[in-house]
């Protein structure tokens, strides 16, 4: 799935999405994993957000990284209000805190530029019925890249706009589907019960990959390039400390991918 630039604001999906790193128990997140699948998928939609994604990854093996998204802070207070007070929460709340050490690395987040959300309007998400038992649940092929660039105060606009104009047409030529790009959304928490990383300024880019060899190959054919290369030196003046890279497989259910 890329990133189409000429969608309309109307096909894209969450102009808010946070993006939520949980620290598990050692060997828990595939209990997790099945209970947020079988539970916490529909049942949050139904409250008035989108379930963007939910993921492996596959250098922490104890990280569940997932995000999600609203169409506004005041829809996200409402939602997330209905859900955390409502029927589902309560019966799965305790097994689904007893999977998790930490929870509060949440960044907030807002697309980049007009047009720069995910577009999910193509993709449908599997049916629950059965997933416990179906034999690709622990994950699906692709793999999905969130690089995560720390900025001075500032800097995130200018950013943007560059990433946009030079980065991201070097990308598509080297095999790198853009799913989205975002930058920190500054609004106050609408509902502070849930804490997120405020201060952040972050650029967000999500990209995909059909597997990890086709991951290597656009890094390799990216890191060749003399354009690239000096592109990266003009970010790092703009970047308070190197780049995390979080490298992810969606989960059965996961509509990123």
């Known amino acids: 799935m890329d990133l189409a630039r000429n969608e309309t604001s109307a096909r894209l999906a969450s102009p808010i999405v946070e993006l939520r790193q949980y620290t598990l128990n050692p060997g828990r997140r595939e209990k997790l994993i099945d209970l947020f699948e079988r539970a916490f998928i529909e049942s949050q ?37 209905a859900f955390y007070g409502g029927p589902v929460w309560a019966a799965h709340k305790e097994a689904a805190n007893a999977t998790m050490i930490d929870s509060d690395d949440v960044l907030l987040l807002k697309p980049a530029w007009p047009g720069a959300g995910f577009d999910l309007s193509r993709v449908r998400r599997p049916a629950c019925d059965g997933v416990e038992n179906r034999s690709d649940k622990r994950c699906l092929p692709g793999i999905v890249e969130i690089q995560i660039h720390h900025l001075h105060p500032g800097a995130e606009a200018d950013y943007a706009e560059r990433f946009e104009t030079d980065a991201a047409p070097l990308l598509a030529a080297n095999g790198v589907r853009l799913l989205g790009a975002f930058i920190s959304e500054h609004a106050e928490n609408s509902f502070p019960r849930l804490p997120v990383r405020s201060g952040e300024n972050v650029f967000l880019g999500v990209s995909g990959f059909d597997d990890e060899d086709a991951r290597r190959r656009s890094q390799t054919a990216l890191a060749a390039l003399p354009a690239w290369q000096a592109l990266l030196g003009k970010q790092r003046t703009d970047q308070t400390r190197p780049t995390e890279t979080l490298r992810l497989s969606p989960t059965s259910r996961s509509l990123l991918g």
């Open 45 to 81: 939609e139904a409250a008035g957000m989108t379930i963007i994604g939910q993921f492996h990854d596959l250098d922490r093996p104890d990280m569940f990284v997932w995000m999600r998204g609203f169409a506004d802070m005041a829809a996200r207070k409402e939602a997330l209000t």
